[in-house]
């Protein structure tokens, strides 16, 4: 596979973050860990006893991004940067990823409901030069939700896949009294980390 200049692979499923990604102008071909190598293991994203938040997710990133890069150079693709992240949602201390059923979304939103929650996401970026992660950190706050609400919200199959069970740039935005930090970063992919990362490694936003 041959790529133009100032291309990445993105290790994600995400449609967000190729949204995100196109409206930085950033040009990327998608990397699929598992289906590009068969006998590749996902990703563990099992937590440690004891790990903080912001260590989890930055250690999830970092490794999705170095799975990519062993993935390409496996397959003798063009060594581009891959780019890999990872969103979770912590209430009190206690991290929501990703719901497994309709039932633990609608256990997800029943807490975040009237709550003040933080939005982290990793960013990693491998290449030649190494594996780099910042993260961003945003704080959200939920205005009351009914439970007429949340059994609509779960109707819609909006939460499915998003952290926290919810997805800010859909009908949840309607949920949220006040947000600190990155729209985008809260959507899964924080555009400002992302961008200093990219330049570091030789992807020029503004080329």
Do not use: C
């Amino acid at each position: 596979m041959t790529l133009p200049e100032n291309r990445i692979y993105l290790a994600s499923r995400s449609p967000r973050r190729r949204e995100l990604l196109k409206q930085i102008g950033v040009n990327f071909a998608t990397l699929l860990l598992r289906e590009a190598l068969p006998r590749m293991a996902d990703v563990d994203e099992t937590s440690m006893p004891d790990e903080a938040p912001e260590i989890y997710t930055s250690r999830i990133a970092r490794t999705k991004a170095g799975t990519g890069w062993m993935q390409i150079m496996q397959r003798k693709l063009p060594q581009l940067p891959v780019l890999a992240a990872d969103t979770i949602v912590v209430l009190k201390g206690r991290v929501f990823g990703k719901p497994e059923s309709a039932a633990h979304a609608q256990e997800m939103l029943r807490a975040l409901s009237g709550q003040t929650h933080q939005v982290l996401t990793a960013v990693a970026v491998a290449a030649q030069n190494g594996i780099h992660v910042r993260t961003s950190a945003s704080t959200v706050r939920f205005r009351h939700i009914s439970e007429r609400e949340i059994r609509l919200y779960l109707a819609s199959d909006e939460p499915h896949d998003k952290a926290g069970g919810y997805a800010i740039q859909g009908i949840a935005a309607v949920f949220v009294a006040e947000i600190s930090g990155s729209y985008s970063g809260v959507m899964g992919l924080p555009l400002f980390e992302t961008g200093q990362l990219l330049e570091e490694s030789g992807i020029k936003i503004f080329p």
